[in-house]
């Protein structure tokens, strides 16, 4: 979408009660022609938006959804944290390139630990490895959090899997027990993906150094969606029996996600290590590793080191890998 288009985040709005609406009435409502605003139905159907034509009466969304709030996050947040912890300055965008490229540039600017941004809408959502990250407005989470270490860049291996504790952590509270870790850093519910982690870095080899931990999370995923992703994928709304408002989760994942990286600036990933592996789907499973250079590695997982690395152990001994894909390898 060109950015000289008028915002989706209010027609979007328009929908999230689960109302039927005309493109009449939404066209007087916003001031717009009933073209543009059937344009902006099919943009957001585009993004996955999940909006049923009703005959002779307009459209509506499959089922209701709460639209993201500054107000209600702030106000979620200051009840979710307990005292003493860090603060939490946290920006509700209705549309944004990318929330993780937002906070690199707040960084950029001096933004401090804590500073966080939560994304209506992705324009270039990005996801591990180049990857385009799709989430679908009003039924995913995406969301971002910078933080400052005193400590070198190579202290930051691991951080990616310690989000992942937060993350499920968090899931877990809200009754999805059966959310679990993919190493590296997928959150993954019977090897379907429920939620992916992107951490970019900045820093000298001496130190100090910054991460920005960007989340994206599926909420509950149209089928249509689900359809186009190339790979299996699962979401909160089918595990979780009652779930949340949007609001009420992004505060939740937020404040757990600061609670983890003030223990990992204190301890690294080794805080967190034996928490990591047990909550990892693959922990004891014979696997195949897809490594770079399409090598191929069969053994089984015994667990993660210190420093992130996933420990296989294989006929030729004990091997870490520090980047690749996990697969279960049949019986
Ligand atoms: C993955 O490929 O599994 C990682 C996906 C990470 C997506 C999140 S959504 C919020 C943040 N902003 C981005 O552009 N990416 C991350």
């Known amino acids: 979408m060109s950015a000289s288009l008028p915002s989706l985040v209010p027609l979007l709005r328009e929908f999230s009660g689960g109302a039927t609406r005309s493109a009449a009435s939404l066209a007087r409502d916003a001031g717009r022609s009933p073209l543009e605003v059937r344009r902006g139905v099919a943009s957001l159907r585009e993004l996955g938006v999940d ?3 009703v005959r002779g ?9 709460e639209m993201l709030d500054q107000r209600t996050i702030c106000a979620a947040l200051a009840k979710a944290r307990k005292p003493g912890e860090a603060a939490i300055d946290v920006s509700v965008l209705d549309e944004v390139d ?6 690199l540039r707040e960084a950029a600017a001096g933004a401090p630990s804590g500073r966080a941004a939560v994304a209506e809408i992705q324009t270039a959502g990005r996801g591990r490895r180049g990857r385009t990250w799709y989430s679908v407005p009003g039924a995913s989470l995406a969301f971002s959090m910078l933080w400052r270490f005193p400590q070198r860049l190579d ?3 691991g951080l990616s899997l310690a989000a992942g504790v937060a993350v499920v952590r968090v899931l877990h509270r809200i009754g999805a027990r059966e959310a679990r870790l993919k190493w590296p850093n997928d959150i993954v519910h019977r090897h379907h993906k429920l939620a992916g982690i992107l951490v970019e870095t900045q820093g000298g080899q001496g130190g100090p150094s910054i991460a920005v931990v960007g989340v994206g999370i599926n909420l509950r995923l149209p089928r249509a969606v689900r359809d186009l992703i190339d790979q299996a994928v699962a979401d909160v709304a089918s595990l979780a029996p009652a779930l949340p408002g949007r609001n009420h ?3 939740m994942f937020l404040a757990e996600l ?3 990286l003030e223990q990992f600036a204190a301890g690294g990933f080794n805080a967190l290590r034996e928490e990591w592996a047990a909550l990892h789907a693959y922990q004891g499973q014979a ?3 897809h490594c770079a250079g399409n090598e191929n590695v069969m053994g089984r997982v015994t667990g993660v080191a210190g420093d992130g690395a996933l420990l296989v152990a294989t006929e030729a001994g004990e091997r870490r890998f520090y980047s690749g894909e ?4 049949a019986a």
């Open 51 to 53: 909006l049923h034509a």
């Open 155 to 157: 202290f930051l291996a």
């Open 249 to 251: 989760l992004a505060a």
């Open 98 to 103: 990318s929330t993780n490229a937002y906070l």
């Open 57 to 65: 009466k307009g459209y509506r969304a499959a089922s209701p959804f």
């Open 258 to 260: 600061a609670r983890v």
């Open 326 to 329: 996990i697969s279960l390898r």
């Open 287 to 289: 696997v195949r590793v």
